[in-house]
Every structure is written in C-alpha cells, then in structure tokens.
C-alpha cells in the first residue's frame, strides 16, 4: 500500500487513547454533572516545533473521528480530511503539528454513551448525561494539556467541527490565535431542528432501541439509524449535485419496477445507510445531533467579552450550494464577530456539492486556506 | 355545525362509491396487467349544467382523497379543498359542478393495495399491480362516463395531482378544454427521487411490515409511515416558513433538554405523522408515491402530438418559495407546452408557505384561478 501514500499523505497512523478524567477527578460538565472516567482517542500528524508554534487543533463533524488523515492498516480509504493533510498540502505536515480527536459522546474511541458505566457495569445508554458544545471544548483543552500544550496556532473545523471552533473562541480565545470556521452554524433553524428530529425519530422508534439500552439486548436499531443517514445524505448534496451524480439514471438498466432500488440515486442512498452501520452508533447520533439544536452562543449577552479582549482572528468560509448550513448561517456569525471589532476575513466558496464540499478538494477553497495558514505560521515566527 | 358552511361552503356532503370496472371487464393498466373489481370513491359539488358546460374535474395530490369541500358528518375540518370550493369561492359551486375522486391505489374508499383481492380473500399488499399516471386517467375517464359525461370544462390539480391533469390533457385532450396544473412536475429530480426513497425505506424496513402482509398480520408499519410523513412534512414548508412559524421556540417552557419534543417545530411534526396514522395507509403510500417517480410524459416522442391536434387551454402555476416542485419544474412544462403551439398562461406566484401554498388560501393565487376558470365557463356559454 506504500505507494499510495508516496504523493502527499502522512503515511501509516495510529491511534492513541488517553484518560483525560478519572472517576475521581470527573470531567464536570456545562450542566454541572459529572462524568469519570473519560478516554479520549486522538491522532497527530506532523512535528512539533520546539516552540511549540505550529499547533492546528482539528474539530469533527457530526460523524467524524480521530482518524482525519493517513491510512490505518487495513484502510481502504484514508482519513476523512486527507485531501487537506499532509506533506505539501495546504494543511502542510511538513510544518504544521495537528491534532485531531474523537468528540465527547462519539463512538470511535473517546467516551459515549455507549460506553461501560462503571456504576452499572453496562453501557451509559440514555444515562448518559446530556452534552453541549462548551463540554467538547473543555475535553479538547483537557488533551491539550495532556499534550503539555497551552496555546494552539489555529483551531478548524467544518459543519459541528465550526461550531467547536466558535465556542471554544469565545469562552477561551487564549488558547488560540486563529480559528477557521467553515460550513457551520452558530444557531440552527426550524428546517435544520426538523431533519435531525426525524432522524432521531428513526432511531428512537425502531424497535430495535430499546430505550437505549439495545446493546444490553444484543441489538441495536440498524433501521432506525440507517434511515437517519439516508436523509441526512440528501441534505449533505445540493439539488444540482444529486441530478448531476445520478438525474433519473436507473440503477440497473435490466431492473423491473419495484419497490427495490430501481434507482441510481436509491442505490447511493442505501449504500450510505448500510456503510454508516459499521462505523457509528445510534445513542452517540442521539446525543451529538441534540447538541447542534441547543447550540446558540451569541444568545448570551456576555458571549463576545472575552474574545473582544483577547482577540483571534477568524476565517470564515461558507459554499454557495450549503443548503443544510447555508452562507445566511456563516453571515450571522460574521455579523457578530465584526460587530464586537474582531478581524474576521470571510469568504463565500463557490462549489456545486452543497453541505458535503467541507470535505472535498476544491481549489480555492484548498488555496484559501492554505494563504491563511501560511500566514498564520509566519506570523507566529 | 350549521353556521360553519353559512358563508362559502358547500355544506354537508356525502361520499359516493362507483364499481367501474369488474372481475369480468376489468381494468387494463399501462403495463398489461387486468384489475377488478375498482370500486372510486368520489363527490360531487354543485349542479351539473343542463348542456353539461359546467364540469370542473379535480385530481387530489398524494395523501388527499375524495373530500375536497364541505363537511361530512362529525367532521372537525373540512375537505382538504375547501377555500377553494363552495358558493361564491373561485371555484364557485354556484356556476361549476365539481366532480373529485379518490385515486386508484388510494385507501380512502378506491381500490388500492388494501383492498381485498378476490383471488385470495386477503389484501392485495404487494401483489396489487404496479401502476402509471396513466392509470389514474383511465379510471378518471371511466368515472366521467359512469356520470354520462364526455367532456369536462376543465380539469384541476396540484403536485401529483397537476401530473395527472398533464397526462390527462396530453393522451385525452378531446376530454377537456382547460387543464390547470399546479406546483407540479412533468419529470423528478433526483432529490425528490431520494426523498420518497428514503420514506418508503422507512416503510419497507420497519419490522411490522411484513412484506405488505401486515394487515392479515393484525399490525402495520405506524413508525415507518410517521417517519415517512414528517420527512415528508419538512419538503413541503418553505425554510423561511418552519422559521416564521416555530423558529427555535421550544415547545414547553418548563420542559428539560432530552430527546423528547423540546422544540415547537419538533411537536408539529409530530402531530403530522401521528395524526396521518389515522387517515392513510403504508401501501397506498408506496404505491402512489413510486408512481410519481417513474412519471416522465415528455420522454414519448409523440406526447405532444395528440394535445397539438386537439389544443387545451393550460394555466400552469408555481410558487417562488416550493422547493419541492420548484418553479424550474413548471417551466420545463411551460416549455413543452409552449413549443408544440399550445395555448398556456403561466404564472410564478409569490407565497412564503412552500409547496404547501397550492393547498392554501391566497389572494392572487385564488384570483387567478377565479379568472381563468370565469373566463372558461364565459366562453363555453
């Protein structure tokens, strides 16, 4: 497999788990309730420099993980950021140190609620407490200083990796010079509340759920779940970009009419469904979506006073097609932001792919952030 | 309940059944296959003219059915219709005799996939033939006649029910002199392919689904088909219309965060799918729906020769705010229609509400549709 990585990947990669919080010295939440132990499973790609000034600090999406860039043995696809990370990408591992870590409440690695509840022996399930976005921020700080860091270079992140960003500028602009906020939100609409309710309406109402506690019965809500990542699918792409993939092709040009996948589209909807199975878990969609409702920062009066007077320097990207977090979104930020004085550079990214072109490689998009980072790394020298 | 229909509505109505095509003469679908015994549900509102000049022929969208205006008895609400429809209304039961029927595969009183087989004594379910546009205008057809008439005034629908007034109009033109056609589509993109993909997954897969057997299994798919509706629901609002109505107002004050109904949007959503429970049912929903996704006229090289011959008079409406029918649909109509010579008014209407607008009441959207059905009936006189 080496030669895959021969142009610009980071390689072979691994990941790490750290405690980050004990039992004994629980991990308090937003809420005030108390969670120990907490592991948490990360990644770091690059080298450290001496002075400890080329840190990125990556934050996840909805369904993302640790694993953001290089191969793990076995990969048939590399991590899911590894078209930006890398040796001569604009998220250059030849210069920049990053860090990426699975999200409090994920499933990959960092503790969720499908994780063992030392009080019971078995997994938290719907005990699990509820999270917000001030919670994942304090979790990324922890491993920070796990790490022996205190100040980062910049923080990125996309879609519910934005809204981190966002946070964590706000209540600890300290940690950071410079935060990258792309496709994100800082207060969902009725339309954005509607899709995940009805996703975690499949989940909840399968059957299979159990009140959460389906692990317990050697179940889990497969249906529920994979009908969750269906419809989110659909909002991830653009109207344009469906037709352009698939328009009305039939899966199967031999297929009868049914009620099967007669389809192009329906194949690429059940192939998402049934491959978001084998790597995420119903409780932690739960869990990680009801935060992205609650969400809304700036509803606080006090929300800009620490970043007024420790200012960062944002970026703030959005993509014309973003229909799930459209460019109105990235504008209410800047609105903020700008009116509390702070440099915000934005930019509307023209992309045919809708939610999805966070992930993808487009050129000025690629390019922009790369000025930006380089920019940042030069002035920090 | 009598001051209720005082002003404008057509008063108490009565729901009447038809047997049009028998196991002896049965119905011959688009695909070859025979059917019969088809019972149609349908109303009438108004008089029928003396010369029959008068007849306006409405064809029900999805989820609708024969009880487009007035009250049955017991009624909380009236047909589905109803601003529309009554003495003095733009579809004035004072001048126009309306004829509305339920849909073949429907389950509010036509044959459809619930509906007895009489080759097994049970319900059809998934042996019920796959149906076509086409097939809806055949029994509309046969239902004209059954009331001894041949040709009507005008023939009326939104979403797939302006499908069927299109299809209607392009193979039996001879049949009408005015086709209005609302926030219709002639051809489905992709999205809207996904989208009913991903409610009759929801459908199929729930575990009380039984292949389509679930009546004769004493349960039937309520998750799937609730899932399904509310997914549904969110297409059929305009985003700025879920924001002006429920915004991020939560649905209780004193309710605490959970994965329960926090949010206002989350409570209307689901009152649609519970209270859809009551009224329609799973294989109706599959089967009608399938039907939309496979409608595509203009693909016929001739589709247009017969409607060239013998010209209808076309109203086509859209709405700026319907992303589900969006106005790009109506103007590949208007195109079609436009370049085999035929006479059609077109008209992109202003609305806040979505897809949904067609079934509401609206100023110029009810003044147009006066105009155009007054004008009709002046030139028929």
């Known amino acids: ?54 840190v990125v600090y990556l934050c996840h999406a909805l369904t993302g993980d640790a694993h953001a860039a290089g191969w793990h043995p076995g990969d048939r696809r590399p991590g899911w950021w590894d078209n930006l990370i890398g040796p001569g990408r604009p998220l250059d591992t030849d210069r920049f140190f990053v860090v ?18 030392p009080a019971t022996g078995e997994a938290y399930g719907m005990d699990f407490p509820l999270l917000d976005v001030a919670d994942f921020v304090t979790v990324h700080r922890a491993l920070l200083a796990h790490l022996g860091l205190s100040r980062v270079l910049a923080v990125l992140g996309g879609s519910l990796g934005g809204m981190q960003v966002l946070q ?20 969902l609409t009725a339309q954005n509340i509607a899709f995940s309710a009805v996703a975690r309406r499949a989940i909840t109402d399968d059957p299979h759920f159990h009140e959460g506690r389906y692990a317990a019965a050697g179940t889990s809500p497969d249906v529920g779940l994979s009908i969750a990542r269906m419809m989110a699918h659909i909002t991830y792409l653009s109207e344009d970009a469906l037709t352009a993939k698939f328009g009305r092709a039939p899966q199967d040009e031999e297929s009868t009419r049914g009620f099967g996948i007669d389809f192009a589209v329906e194949s690429y909807l059940d192939h998402q469904g049934q491959a978001f199975l084998e790597r995420f878990d119903a409780l ?64 509307e990214l023209s992309s045919p792919y809708g939610h999805d072109s966070f992930l993808l490689e487009d050129a000025v998009y690629h390019a922009t952030l790369r000025a930006f980072l380089d920019r940042a790394l030069e002035e920090a020298r």
Do not use: K
Request: aromatic share 10%; hydrophobic share 40%; glycine share 8%.
């Open 168 to 187: 964590w500028s706000l209540s600890h602009p300290q940690d950071m010079t410079h935060a990258i906020i792309v496709a994100a939100s800082s207060r």
């Open 1 to 54: 497999m080496t030669e895959i990585w021969q142009d610009g990947s980071v390689g072979l990669v691994e990941t790490q788990t750290a405690r980050l919080f004990t039992a004994e010295d629980p991990l308090v939440l937003a809420n005030g309730s108390r969670l120990g132990p907490v592991d948490v499973a990360y990644e770091t790609y690059g080298t450290l420099a001496p002075d400890a000034s080329n």
């Open 100 to 117: 990426s870590a699975n999200l409090l409440g994920g499933c990959r690695g960092t503790t969720g609620p499908g994780s063992i509840d």
């Open 284 to 347: 932690s969609y739960l869990y990680l979506s009801r935060v992205m409702d609650y969400f809304d920062p700036f509803a606080r009066p006090d929300a800009l006073v620490h970043v007024a007077a420790d200012p960062v320097r944002y970026l703030l990207l959005s993509f014309d097609t973003d229909w799930r977090f459209s460019t109105a979104h990235t504008l209410r930020m800047l609105h903020h932001l700008e009116g509390a004085g702070l440099p915000v550079t934005f930019r």
